[in-house]
């Protein structure tokens, strides 16, 4: 016959384990093919990065900007009033540009999450 502690021990801290095992499982698997880059001055520079086998994910949200503003790319280079940071809820419109280092001949895919600001 099973005793009390027996019962406790399948019913409870089997399953337990299981389940703390799968999560590990799941997360080492999901997750140790990312590569994190931070950006330095808006610019990320994965020309040095192997990425054959993994995927990067850029981190950082700064960028330059210009408030209140929406320029083609060739005004914004003509303008000497180019702020760094995050523009964010900084404006009702504002041109931004982040700058993405890649090797010669690559292709890359960028996914954007995008936050829903509301006022």
């Known amino acids: 016959m099973i ?3 027996e019962k406790l021990l399948i019913l409870v801290i089997l399953p337990l384990t ?3 095992f799968s999560a590990i499982w799941f997360i ?3 997750y140790s093919n990312v590569v994190r880059m931070d950006s330095e001055a808006a610019c990320w520079d994965i ?3 192997d990425i054959s086998e993994k995927c990067l994910r850029l981190s950082g949200n700064s960028a330059e900007f210009i408030l209140g503003e929406l ?4 005004e ?3 303008r000497d009033d180019i702020q760094m940071g995050s523009p964010l809820n900084a404006a ?3 041109t931004s540009r982040r700058i993405y280092a890649v090797k010669e001949g690559s292709q890359i895919l960028l996914i954007q999450r ?3 600001v509301h006022p």
């Open 3 to 5: 005793r009390k502690n």
């Open 18 to 20: 299981i389940v703390i």
């Open 28 to 30: 080492r698997t999901n």
């Open 47 to 49: 020309r040095g990065v």
């Open 71 to 74: 320029l083609t790319p060739e």
């Open 76 to 78: 914004f280079d003509l």
């Open 92 to 94: 009702q419109c504002h």
């Open 114 to 116: 995008r936050r829903l």
